[in-house]
T-cell receptor, first 112, second 111 residues
Framework: GDSVTQMEGPVTLSEEAFLTINCTYT??????LFWYVQYPGEGLQLLLK?????DKGSNKGFEATYRKETTSFHLEKGSVQVSDSAVYFC???????????FGQGTRLTINP | DVKVTQSSRYLVKRTGEKVFLECVQD?????MFWYRQDPGLGLRLIYF???????EKGDIPEGYSVSREKKERFSLILESASTNQTSMYLC??????????FGAGTRLSVL
């Protein structure tokens, strides 16, 4: 079946550090890929997305590139801020389907 | 602006009680979803609905039912709450094949 695997958390970094959160997927069809973010006490918000191979999604300084050859969609940011502290979820949806498949989430804490 | 509203942020119920979690969206979306969020397990789909009175089981429907009498409202029902249903519940909605928008969540404790 379809699945998403994220790197284990929690991840703790200092402000201005470089961030990578790994995400790999297994899909039976042609997936679109997403990163959602959940700030403390809130629901999930879409951070970025990519709908086909080699697409790069970007938002708020975060980037992720859809790599079909490695079935990956790693999230990166060049310089993190304290306000980036949140839980990050990688997810996929198969073309024509309605159900998102989520990874287990990665909790990120940024220290000043 | 997109809005998905869950009626309660926090609920405390007793084992065996019937529990209703309500979700309302104002975007005229066809699809609505109920997820459960647990640490280390991510989000798991309980049920979803693609039209009024239509529903489909997700990955973990046991112990839950749903109701969608109006397009904007999707209710999750715990017929007889149990302690293993203590969790964060998230509602989402979407247009067909499009991005899902989430509510703020309801944290349910069953004692």
């Amino acid at each position: 079946g379809d699945s998403v695997t994220q790197m284990e958390g929690p991840v703790t970094l200092s402000e201005e550090a470089f961030l990578t959160i790994n995400c790999t997927y297994t899909a039976t069809g042609y997936p679109s890929l997403f990163w959602y973010v959940q700030y403390p006490g809130e629901g999930l918000q879409l951070l970025l997305k990519a709908t086909k191979a080699d697409d790069k999604g970007s938002n708020k300084g975060f980037e992720a590139t859809y790599r079909k050859e490695t079935t990956s969609f790693h999230l990166e940011k060049g310089s993190v801020q304290v306000s980036d502290s949140a839980v990050y979820f990688c997810a996929l949806i198969i073309q024509g389907a309605q159900k998102l498949v989520f990874g287990q989430g990665t909790r990120l804490t940024i220290n000043p | 602006d997109v809005k998905v509203t869950q009626s309660s942020r926090y609920l405390v119920k007793r084992t065996g009680e019937k529990v209703f979690l309500e979700c309302v969206q104002d975007m005229d979306h066809e699809n609505m979803f109920w997820y459960r969020q647990d640490p280390g397990l991510g989000l798991r789909l309980i049920y979803f609905s693609y039209d009024v009175k239509m529903k489909e089981k997700g990955d973990i429907p046991e112990g839950y039912s749903v109701s969608r009498e109006k397009k904007e409202r999707f209710s999750l029902i715990l017929e007889s709450a149990s302690t293993n249903q203590t969790s964060m519940y998230l509602c989402a909605s979407s247009l067909w094949g499009k991005i899902q928008y989430f509510g703020a969540g309801t944290r349910l404790s069953v004692l």
